[in-house]
């Protein structure tokens, strides 16, 4: 993921290994550094919540400053 040029590129494969293993939301959490901006963090979370193997995924919205992607993202975990 880190060696993509891109941030779409690296959201593109994370969505490739996330297809193949389930991830934990702390490591879903280190991996959410690599973005800079608040929509790509959201389609970076979006793209790996089915793949999440645990129940804290929620706790993830703290990562999200901008109101309109922490509500999107409320709203997509059932909060």
Known sequence: MLEAG?????ITAAHKVFK?????TRQVKALS???SSDALKFRFLETAYPFVSDDHFKELAELLADPA????FRTM???
């Open 33 to 35: 550094e690599v973005f």
């Open 69 to 72: 992607y922490n509500s999107k």
């Open 20 to 24: 193949t293993k389930c991830f934990s």
């Open 6 to 10: 891109k941030e779409e590129d690296r």
């Open 77 to 79: 975990t059932g909060q």
